[in-house]
């Protein structure tokens, strides 16, 4: 079953945005979500790849045929575009305080990725504790019983692993306890 506001299971995709460059620009089909809709499986068109399932982030999925094929084919950048300009021509305006608060919403949750994407050295969608200490270090500034003590509080569910959903989520508990 899709997570809200991402493609049906049975749309065509494309893969975009992997390390593995041999995958980028491949079209498959979704065969289904996991984990909440944090990893898509796609299975690749034989035709291009010989075939075969791989397990993807959903901003790794470009969408080109939704199953019913009556919409045609849309990226998820253009439709998102579309999105963003109706909100302000719905304001009325193209800045107020209510967009500013939006905008902060944004730019926490982009840092939230943006780091996340750094920490994530083995692309896998999952921060270990090795990779989000290595990570830390490299930045500085941290001791070691620091960065374990982050490492736990952002792993909500102890899993030894931070999702995306994690990370945005401690970003937005440190935005709002520096708003208090």
Request: glycine share 12%; aromatic share 6%; charged share 30%.
């Amino acid at each position: 079953m899709a997570a809200y506001g991402l493609p049906p299971e049975g749309s065509k995709v494309r893969l975009v945005g992997l390390k593995n460059p041999s995958l980028n620009g491949q079209f498959g089909i979704i065969s289904k979500y996991n984990d909440g809709g944090e990893r898509v499986m796609v299975t690749l068109d034989r035709s291009s790849s010989g075939g075969g399932l791989v397990k993807v982030k959903p901003k790794q999925i470009e969408l080109v045929q939704t199953l019913s094929s009556s919409l045609g084919p849309r990226s998820r950048s253009r439709s998102s575009r579309r999105i963003q300009g109706s909100r302000s021509k719905i304001s009325g305006n193209t800045h107020s305080s209510s967009d500013d608060g939006v905008e902060d919403l944004v730019g926490v949750l982009k840092a939230a990725d943006e780091m996340f994407e750094m920490a994530d050295t083995s692309g896998d969608g999952f921060i270990s504790q090795e990779e989000f200490e290595y990570y830390m270090m490299k930045k500085g500034g941290h001791t070691r019983e620091t960065i374990r003590e982050a490492f736990r509080t952002i792993d909500r569910d102890n899993d030894g692993e931070i999702t995306t959903d994690e990370m945005r989520k401690a970003f937005l508990r440190k935005k709002r306890e520096m708003m208090r």
